[in-house]
């Protein structure tokens, strides 16, 4: 294993802590789910490079289009959370109450 895969394998185990610690606000859940995805976005840019692997660079771009999706869809959830109760904090947002 070579330092670039070692710093980007650290980069996607940072995500998941990140993930498990930071329940408590959206915007920092939504930014390490980003960087989740970015880190799988490098690997898996890096594995197609260093094994010359046309396939896995579209399966790379589909997943980087993904995960703009993605954060556009959280993002938009967050202002519409954040404008019908007043907060991002994940504890005081009751989706069942009207």
């Known amino acids: 294993m070579n330092i670039l895969s070692a710093i980007l394998f650290s980069l996607f185990f940072l995500g998941v802590i990140g993930i498990i610690i930071n329940r408590l606000h959206l915007l920092s859940l939504l930014?390490?789910?980003e960087l989740l995805l970015i880190s799988i976005f490098l690997n898996i840019s890096a594995w197609?490079?260093?094994h010359?692997?046309?396939?896995s660079i579209n399966f790379s771009v589909l997943l980087l289009t993904l995960s703009a999706c993605e954060a556009s869809a959280g993002l938009a959830l967050m202002?519409?959370?954040s404008r019908?109760?007043?907060?991002d904090l994940l504890a005081n947002i009751n989706l069942l109450q009207t």
């Open 52 to 55: 010359d692997s046309l396939a």
């Open 84 to 87: 019908s109760h007043n907060t």
């Open 31 to 33: 930014l390490c789910l």
């Open 79 to 81: 202002v519409s959370l």
């Open 48 to 50: 197609s490079q260093l």
